[in-house]
């Protein structure tokens, strides 16, 4: 599958931002799907993430009640819905998906990942 992220920009803290995330190939009903940021300096990190079947969900803390997942499987698409952007929030940010086949968890670590998107930049300013 191949993966293309879109969206991101700079924005006031306090602002919000969609970020989308398109794939290509292989059958997307089948991925669980995970959001990443790197921030220069810092491990790559998940941010949120959301199981094949779209009913499990993972945040991580510092995003909690501020960022939501969502995924289109008809359009093929995973989002990134973040409200109330802080300036710890600049980072560029990764899609990535994975072929489960069967599972219904969520994927949290980077490792688990094979298909990643190309990045999207999102700079917040305080």
């Known amino acids: 599958v191949q993966l293309q992220a879109s969206g991101g920009g700079l924005v006031q803290a306090g602002g919000s931002l969609r970020l989308s995330c398109a794939a290509s190939g292989g059958t997307f009903s089948r991925y669980a799907l995970g959001w990443f940021r790197q921030a220069p300096g810092k491990e790559r990190e998940c941010v949120a993430a959301?199981?094949?079947?779209?009913?499990?969900?993972y945040y991580a803390d510092s995003v909690k009640n501020r960022f939501t997942i969502s995924r289109d499987n008809a359009k093929k698409t995973v989002y990134l819905q973040m409200n109330a952007l802080k300036s710890e929030d600049t980072a560029v940010y990764y899609c990535?998906?994975?072929?489960?086949?069967?599972?219904?968890?969520?994927?949290?670590?980077?490792?688990?990942?094979?298909?990643w998107g190309q990045g999207t930049q999102v700079t917040v300013s305080s």
């Open positions: 959301i199981s094949r079947g779209g009913g499990s969900l």
């Open positions: 990535a998906a994975e072929d489960v086949i069967l599972s219904r968890g969520v994927l949290s670590l980077a490792r688990e990942y094979d298909s």
